[in-house]
């Protein structure tokens, strides 16, 4: 019995006070997001900076914006649209194998068209999309990595910039 407590007292403890060796992402924050640049008839330019952190081991949450910019040339005269938005997002990596994750994201857009409209005339275009997915991270040292994401718009609809699936690659950098 005195053996027991002795290592149960020895496992509660830790001289240094460093657990974040033991828990790496543990209260830590992130930062990193996604740059897209597409080229052709299509031009793409989409740049979407986010920002998270890791209330526990195996749970992130964040938030990110999105400026995209896109041109199409198929169109006469040429459609150009600016597009603004923001999300919010989880994800919960399996304990296991740690590179595996869910993702969960409220995505809101805007942009201002007149493709959808009969008179020719611009008009605001706003989406509230829901994305479900999985996902693979592969570290990169510390508390760095890249993200392969494939995800479903469960409000697809007309509007839609990107059809289901959308594959996502961005970087998440520990801070």
């Known amino acids: 019995m005195i053996t027991f407590l002795t290592l149960f007292a020895?496992?509660?403890?830790d001289p240094e006070g460093d657990y974040d060796d033991l828990l790496p992402y543990k209260n830590s924050y992130f930062t990193?997001?996604?740059l897209g640049l597409q080229f052709g008839s299509v031009v793409l330019v989409d740049v979407s900076p986010q920002f998270g952190f890791y209330p526990l081991e195996h749970i992130s949450v964040g938030?990110?914006?999105t400026y995209q910019y896109i041109s199409d040339r198929r169109y006469s005269?040429?459609?150009?649209?600016?597009?603004?938005?923001g999300r919010v997002f989880s994800r919960f990596y399996?304990?296991?194998?740690?590179?595996?994750?869910?993702?969960?994201?409220?995505?809101?857009?805007a942009y201002r068209t007149n493709l959808f409209n009969m008179n020719n005339d611009l008009e605001w275009i706003t989406m509230n999309n829901f994305l479900v997915g999985a996902?693979?991270?592969?570290?990169?040292?510390g508390r760095s990595a890249v993200n392969l994401m494939v995800l479903w718009n469960f409000n697809e609809s007309v509007y839609s910039l990107y059809t289901n699936p959308i594959?996502?690659?961005g970087a998440d950098i520990g801070l």
């Open 167 to 169: 594959l996502r690659i």
């Open 10 to 13: 020895s496992a509660q403890t």
């Open 32 to 34: 990193g997001g996604s």
């Open 94 to 109: 399996l304990p296991v194998f740690e590179s595996l994750f869910a993702h969960l994201e409220y995505e809101y857009m």
């Open 77 to 85: 005269p040429r459609l150009d649209i600016n597009v603004y938005g």
């Open 63 to 65: 938030t990110g914006f």
């Open 135 to 141: 996902g693979y991270r592969q570290r990169i040292g």
